[in-house]
């Protein structure tokens, strides 16, 4: 079995086993949330479908920079991973689905910090004490950039691959791209994980 084979077959199992727990996922936007941004509207949310979309490296385009302040005025940018696979969670607190895969986003933080492997949440709604006590209630330990007041983080990933649900996650390879994406919410640890290990997998 080839590389790409393997990889597909992990992928579907794991899609498999999370279609018997799947339900209603995603807080789907009724446009494109690059245009939300630009006029200022964060409203707009309607329930959305589950998708996974892993991007072939030939068609992944450019890598993603940015630049933010965490919940906890921390500076944070695209430099912090560099050469580093790393995922990257757009969430707010209130979002319901945001709150359901919370613990699943922090159990596959955990099983792949040792490989050198970043997180980062990127709240699109909340001002910084709410995300504070959103981390602490929910045992979230990855920072997540403040991007409400100005939406520069969230633009640069729209611009790379579209964004059109809250919660999305995207996995983000080595070379700073796209390289998988989730719309909606996760309902099982072992597709991030499946995704994650894709990328790991790639040559450097």
Known sequence: MT???????????????AAVVLGVAGCAANENLSTQYR??????????????????????????????VSERGETISSDDYRDRVYVVNFWYAACGPCIAEAPLLEQVWQQNQAAG???????????????VSFAEDNSITYPSVIDVNEGSVKLAFAAATPIQATPTTLVMDRDGRV???IIGQLPTASILSTLVRDALEEAP
């Open 117 to 131: 492997v970043g997180f980062l949440g990127i709240n699109i709604y909340d001002q910084p004490g709410t995300a």
């Open 3 to 17: 590389v790409s084979a393997r990889r597909r077959h992990r992928l579907l199992s794991a899609l498999t086993a």
């Open 39 to 68: 006029e200022g509207d964060n409203k707009g949310f309607i329930s959305g479908d589950f998708r996974v979309v892993e991007i072939p490296d030939a068609e992944r385009g450019d890598p993603v920079v940015f630049e933010g």
């Open 179 to 181: 390289a998988a994406r």
